[in-house]
């Protein structure tokens, strides 16, 4: 049973930093493509930043020198590290387990961030 929790978020002041984590359970971080998104209310839900092997890591326009995405393969979770926040980055953040060559696509239960102006 694949299972990828979420941890970190919460309440923040703007210019403030946060680190998400996703630790997952029944996949490997280090095959799968990890990626994390956002939704915000009344938006559809977005990229945020995403990593894979031998690739060099995404990131939206919105958040690039602000995040950083990582992965921690001895202890098969991947991070968030949320610099600068802004009001704008308040979100449900989700992490997400892609392997699209077999058709699975794995999502967590999402947390919040709320970034106070």
């Known amino acids: 049973q694949v299972q990828l929790v979420e941890s970190g978020g919460g309440l923040v002041q703007a210019g403030g930093s946060l680190r998400l984590s996703c630790a997952a359970s029944?996949?490997?971080?280090?095959?799968?493509?990890m990626g994390w998104y956002r939704q915000a209310p009344g938006k559809q839900r977005e990229l945020v930043a995403r990593?894979?092997?031998?690739?060099?890591?995404i990131y939206a326009d919105s958040v690039k020198g602000r995040f950083t995405i990582s992965r921690d393969n001895a202890k098969n979770t991947v991070h968030l590290q949320m610099n600068s926040l802004k009001p704008e980055d308040t979100a449900v953040y989700y992490c997400?387990?892609?392997?699209?060559?077999?058709?699975?696509?794995?999502w967590g239960q999402g947390t919040q961030v709320t970034v106070s102006s």
């Open positions: 029944g996949i490997s971080v280090d095959i799968y493509v």
């Open positions: 990593i894979s092997r031998g690739s060099v890591p």
């Open positions: 997400n387990g892609a392997q699209t060559i077999v058709s699975r696509n794995y």
